[in-house]
């Protein structure tokens, strides 16, 4: 019952309105009525305050609107009211009550003091030169005070409690929004990622894969038997690539929808199969090892394996090397990883021509992890690619 009233109060306000002034009007009726009785027992005209009244209580329809001026017509009426001999009791000044109570709704503090000061102010005054009966001064001072100071304050802790509520709205609706933006980002962080664990497995199985193709082309002829061992090592590497690609897209299926990829993501233990596939490529890899060995995070492994995945890809796609260097070095906390070549082509980290962002690449994913990664040439040729990483991310 009470919910189905308060949602008739918000959607029909002015009929709220409406019935609450016609309660404020029968109770300055009845205020007149009583101040209208003279301390001899004698009773004087009743219409003048009815009339006052019934002006106050015309003029509170357009408090929503005009509230500072809604407040100096009712304490005009109440005033005159006063003037011409009504004793100033709450039920007389109810329309002014009311006025004031809304004045303090719908505007500041400040506002609602001064007004409060100069209602009063005027009341007390006229009460003290217009009263022909000698009411008790108490009746005449302290009474009009009172009661023109409880609707102000009613009606500021009204104004408080509507705006910490709407405060309260307004930072739900900002967390649910901070949520909603934050959701949005995780989602475009997972598909930078997702995009960036494609970009390195097809790099580097199809450059391997031209690798042993080209290979086998030239010593086809020459050579039948090395070219047959190629082949069968270029079907491996488009298995190995198959499987990588159904594995990474996997990434993006619902968990409950089925054949999801069970093999785990690659990391240094899979160094062997790295190495192994770019000998069968032309390229002898070297790999040391440096202190003692630590456990490594699944998303710094990954990184580790793809950054060097992707170093060596590129140094068998633009550069004129035979040999390269993977030094693994485990501090307390840091994992450093150093990739050379001898090669003397161009730039196998600089974008090619094929529109390849190697070095963008191997920069995000170290970035993502809280790592750093450097590269340049070497001054007796080459290339050196240095990666920092956090021993766990």
């Not at 929503?64 to 039920?91: D, E, K």
């Not at 450059?207 to 090592?233: W, Y």
């Not at 070095?329 to 050379?340: K, W």
Request: proline letters at 6%; one cysteine or more.
């Amino acid at each position: 019952m009470i919910f189905r009233w308060q949602r008739f109060a918000k959607s029909h306000p002015y009929a709220i309105d409406v019935a609450i002034i016609v309660q404020v009007f029968a109770a300055a009726v009845l205020g007149s009525s009583f101040s209208a009785l003279e301390p001899s027992g004698a009773r004087n005209a009743l219409w003048p305050g009815l009339l006052m009244a019934g002006l106050a209580c015309v003029a509170l329809l357009w408090h929503r609107s005009h509230p500072r001026a809604v407040v100096v017509l009712t304490a005009i009426c109440g005033n005159t009211a006063g003037a011409i001999g009504y004793l100033l009791t709450p039920l007389l000044l109810a329309p002014v009550m009311a006025a004031l109570y809304w004045l303090a709704v719908h505007t500041n503090r400040k506002t609602a003091r001064v007004y409060s000061f100069a209602v009063t102010a005027m009341l007390v005054t006229t009460a003290l030169i217009s009263d022909p009966y000698d009411h008790p001064l108490a009746l005449k001072t302290i009474g009009p005070a009172a009661w023109i100071v409880m609707p102000i304050a009613w009606g500021t802790a009204v104004r408080l409690r509507v705006a910490y509520l709407k405060a309260v709205q307004a930072r739900a609706e900002h967390a649910e929004r901070t949520r909603e933006e934050e959701a949005r980002h995780r989602v475009a962080e997972e598909r930078m990622r997702i995009a960036r664990e494609l970009h390195d497995v097809v790099a580097h199985h199809m450059a391997l894969a031209n690798a042993l193709a080209g290979t086998a082309a030239h010593l086809a002829a020459t050579r039948p038997e090395q070219s047959t061992r190629i082949l069968t090592d270029l079907v491996g590497t488009t298995s190995t690539a198959l499987r990588e690609l159904k594995a990474t897209v996997g990434l993006l299926r619902q968990p409950d929808e089925p054949e999801a990829p069970l093999e785990p993501a690659p990391g240094l233990g899979r160094l062997s199969e790295l190495t192994a596939a770019f000998a069968s490529a032309g390229l002898t890899v070297t790999v040391t090892t440096e202190g003692k060995e630590q456990p490594l995070s699944p998303g710094v492994d990954l990184t580790a394996f793809r950054i060097v995945q992707e170093a060596l890809t590129n140094v068998t796609k633009h550069a004129a090397a035979r040999a390269a260097r993977v030094s693994i070095a485990y501090n307390r906390d840091r994992l450093t990883i150093t990739v050379t070549d001898d090669g003397s082509g161009d730039a196998p980290l600089a974008p090619s021509p094929s529109g390849g962002f190697g070095l963008i690449g191997m920069h995000e994913r170290a970035q993502s992890v809280g790592g750093r990664v450097r590269a340049g040439r070497r001054p007796e040729g080459g290339f050196t690619v240095t990666t920092q990483l956090p021993i766990h991310s």
